[in-house]
C-alpha cells in the first residue's frame, strides 16, 4: 500500500471538479462522494506522473486517465475510491458497483481515504475482466458475510491481499 498526504493543491483542485459535476445517476452518496473521488484519482494521478509514467487526463464516464505504454498502447484506469475512519488492512474490501460493470476501462485502481481528506492510500490494481473473475458479487440489502456490512447498492468486492502492487503497473 502507498500512503500519501493530500496536498491542499489537490484538495483545491478536486474540490472545482466536484462542484463542476454535481450529483450523478445513481450516486450511492448522492454526490457527497465526489471530492474523494476526485482526490483519489489526483493522487493516483501524481503518483505515476512520479514513476515515470505519461499520464493523460479523460475523465469520462468510463474511464478517469490513461497512460500511454511503450508500445504506444492506451492504458484506460478508473479510479475507485471509497472513504473510511481507519487506516486500511488486507483484509478489507475493493467494490465495483453493478451499474458501473459496463465502463470501458481497462484497470481499476482502489484507494482508500480518510474522511477528512487528509491522508489517502492507493490499495492497487487490477485489469478489468480480472477484478470480475476473481470478486464476489453482492446484491443490495444483503449483508456482506465477512464484515457485517449491509450493501447499499449491488456490487462487486474483492479483498485488497488479492490486488497487484501498483510498483507491477
Known amino acids: 500500500m ?3 498526504d493530500v496536498s491542499q493543491k489537490v484538495l483545491d483542485k478536486a474540490q472545482k471538479a466536484s462542484d463542476s459535476l454535481g450529483v450523478l445517476r445513481n450516486s450511492i452518496a448522492q454526490g457527497r462522494g465526489n471530492k474523494a473521488g476526485y482526490v483519489g484519482e489526483y493522487c493516483v494521478m501524481n503518483y505515476l506522473l512520479k514513476n515515470k509514467h505519461d499520464v493523460v487526463e479523460e475523465n469520462t ?3 478517469d486517465f490513461y497512460i500511454n505504454t511503450k508500445n504506444k498502447d492506451k492504458l484506460k484506469i478508473d479510479v475507485k475510491t471509497k472513504s473510511t475512519g481507519v487506516i486500511p488492512l488486507n483484509y478489507y474490501e475493493c467494490s465495483v458497483a453493478e451499474y458501473n460493470t459496463k ?3 481497462d484497470v481499476y485502481v482502489f484507494t482508500r481515504i ?3 481528506l487528509k491522508k489517502l ?3 492497487g490494481w487490477l485489469p478489468k475482466q480480472e477484478y470480475f473473475n476473481e470478486s464476489t ?3 443490495k440489502g444483503s449483508v456482506d458475510e465477512d464484515n457485517g456490512y449491509e450493501v447499499k ?3 462487486y468486492n474483492l479483498k485488497i491481499d488479492k490486488l497487484n502492487l501498483m510498483e507491477n503497473l
Open 2 to 4: 502507498i500512503e500519501i
Open 61 to 63: 464516464y468510463n474511464y
Open 103 to 105: 465502463q470501458k476501462c
Open 114 to 116: 480518510l474522511y477528512s
Open 121 to 123: 492510500w492507493i490499495v
Open 137 to 139: 458479487f453482492l446484491k
Open 153 to 155: 447498492a449491488s456490487c
